[in-house]
């Protein structure tokens, strides 16, 4: 995680833009997506609209990502064709992958809890 040299601002976001990323840490730190490939701690006043979400970063990605996984379960990577390339064993907390061995193109991430919730997320894969 680096600090793109914004200001930390409190923002309300129980009601926040369509195109707005956040993320929770394992740590309980609310991260914001910003301009290029890095994240800014922000602290909040609302909700974290991030239920059913995963938010890999930094993304594009060309060597290895990054996920703040809210359960352990089964994470599945699902190429650019829509078949599923690679499942993993995975717990909960901030885990980052080598994506070196995949093939460029927009992925699709699925993480399954033994409980059966669902979070899915989207990940454009460069070399």
Not at 29 to 35: A, G, I
Not at 79 to 108: H, K, M, T
Request: aromatic share 8%.
């Amino acid at each position: 995680r680096e600090n793109c040299g914004y200001e930390a601002n409190l923002l309300d976001v129980s009601a926040p833009a369509p195109d707005a990323a956040y993320a929770v840490s394992s740590t309980g730190e609310v991260l914001k997506y910003c301009t290029g490939s890095c994240m800014t701690v922000i602290k909040t006043r609302g909700q974290i609209p991030t239920a059913g979400t995963l938010l890999p970063f930094p993304n594009p990605a060309s060597d290895f990502v990054t996920l703040v996984l809210p359960a352990a379960g089964s994470l599945m990577w699902i190429n650019p064709l829509g078949q599923e390339y690679r499942q993993q064993r995975v717990e909960a907390g901030e885990c980052s992958f080598s994506i070196d061995a995949l093939p460029p193109g927009f992925w699709r991430l699925r993480l399954i809890s033994g409980e059966g919730a669902v979070w899915e997320g989207k990940l454009v894969v460069t070399h």
